[in-house]
């Protein structure tokens, strides 16, 4: 049974930062592209960023480029989103995926073949 289960959301000021973090099992986790994707109220999800498996290549967002930082480690089947000089726009729920397309603007939903269940962000101004 796959699981993918996110964490390290949280209430943050403007300007700060956190760091997310999402385990996952039941999958060969360095086989898969993995994504960050968002989404806020009223609004649809987002792809924020996403990571090849190996970790050699990453694309992001133009929203979160130089502010935003994917990892990924295959040994703890573990990826990582370091979020710095966050903004109130920023704030949303946050999911991480198994198998997007990754693309040159960030990830797509398209190929996702699991998700996590989200972990919220809230950036106060």
């Known amino acids: 049974q796959v699981q993918v289960v996110e964490s390290g959301g949280g209430l943050v000021q403007a300007g700060g930062s956190l760091r997310l973090s999402c385990t996952a099992s039941?999958?060969?986790?360095?086989?898969?592209?993995m994504g960050w994707f968002r989404q806020a109220p009223g609004k649809e999800r987002e792809g924020v960023s996403c990571?090849?498996?190996?970790?050699?290549?990453?694309n992001y967002a133009d929203s979160v480029k130089g502010r935003f930082t994917i990892s990924r480690d295959n040994a703890k089947k573990t990826l990582y989103l370091q979020m710095n000089s966050l903004k109130p726009e920023d704030t949303a729920m946050y999911y991480c995926?198994?198998?997007?397309?990754?693309?040159?603007?960030?990830?797509?939903?398209?190929?996702?073949?699991?998700w996590g269940q989200g972990t919220q962000v809230t950036v106060s101004s």
């Open positions: 995926a198994a198998g997007p397309l990754c693309t040159a603007n960030g990830p797509s939903p398209n190929g996702v073949n699991f």
């Open positions: 039941g999958l060969t986790f360095g086989s898969y592209t």
């Open positions: 990571i090849s498996g190996s970790g050699r290549f990453t």
